[in-house]
């Protein structure tokens, strides 16, 4: 098949035993990825070389965040502190000099405070938000508001403290999706029926509100979900339904498409503006179905050939599951909800907003995976099936016949269009475009 040329595997990075990929970064010639148990390594592509940064950290991978400007990487262990690597300072085998940024004052602050919080990393600062509790009894209650806390980085590598802030509206139902410096972005489970998209300001004022829209019973269960402009997002739902949407009062619909896969399973937004599309992967609509059904076939003879049945993907039957249940959702609540004053609060968000994002969603290109192991590229209203990681040779037979997906991971996908990194439930793969 055409990705047999086009694509080869050049790099597989295992994992040990229980100890899943849980952050993947793609810089320049590196890939930096962790793992739950909070090992973080580091692989120079050109030099084919692995650098274990860390054996074992307190807590797992949780954010990597690449500067440019600096060369260094921020690695965010847990919520509990921030380290960063500077790559000019790698020499052979050498691990990379690096500064640690300590979160939290004090060893039982964070003890005291970290049950309840996760960071996200970004060029100029880090967000740490905590749902705060209150004990009844033997009973720990969530509060229905959450504290936030931002830090800046200054030049010389430390950062200004800010103080706590509260009245961000997020609860233990809250699935942090992304945050790209100003916005926050989040969905919020408010029953088995309801749930709404978020977006806030980072830092929230105090004269105004998040942005929030109920979902109606055309949007199910959101699994993927990533801001890719001022005031436009990506998401993923009801399985491999894919949409580009506007963050207005309607929740625009400006693009949208079907995925080839049956489960979309991780993304990725890349800048791609003079991109040519017929150098990619296979456009032959007919020839991509054949290609899925031959895969689907291959699994259901290898079942047969072992007895058993092939392990089922916990993510797929959770999401039906939620799909389900959204499709009972009451229209009359998005027009209560989206009321008089949704007017004003979008006013006063997007006069907040002042960088200089095009505002043109043809500038992206949206990379998916699904769990038959698809890679997909979507671009100018265009979706093309770039490859198959059953189709790629150098991948071991003996994965192929595990499955890639099958442990119910989160899964991750990084790319800059020469470069795929793809983890599984084997470790990862880095596949080498040859166009």
Known sequence: MSEKTKYNLIKYL????ADPISCLKL???YLVYGTLM???????????????????????ISDIYYNEKEKAFYVGIGDEEIKVFYLDTLSGDTIPQNQSINIYETDYDHTKNCENAFIFITEKCFLRIQLPQIEEGNL??????SNYEIKYFNDDETYDSSEIKSGLPTTNYTVPFDFNGKQFLWVEFLSTTQRNICVSNIPLLKTEKPYKYLLDNNIGHISQAKLISNDKVFIVHTLNKCEIRQLDKDFTLLDKFEHIGEEVLAIDVVICNNINENNFGNNNTEEINKEIMFIKDYKKDMSKKKKILEPLNINTNTRRMLETSDIQQNNKNQKELN?????????????????NTEDNINKFCFATLDIDGNVNLYKNKKEINLFNLFNIEDIPQDHKDKNFFGMGYAYYMKTDLNYFCVSSDHGCYIIKSNN
């Open 14 to 17: 295992d994992i040990r035993f």
């Open 27 to 29: 810089i320049p010639n």
């Open 38 to 60: 909070g090992r973080l390594n580091l692989y120079d592509i050109k030099e084919d070389k692995k650098i274990q940064l860390s054996e074992l950290n307190p807590e797992n």
């Open 140 to 145: 720990k209650i969530i509060l229905m508001e």
């Open 339 to 355: 009321g008089n004053d949704f007017n004003e609060n979008l006013t006063i968000k997007q006069n907040r907003i002042s960088d």
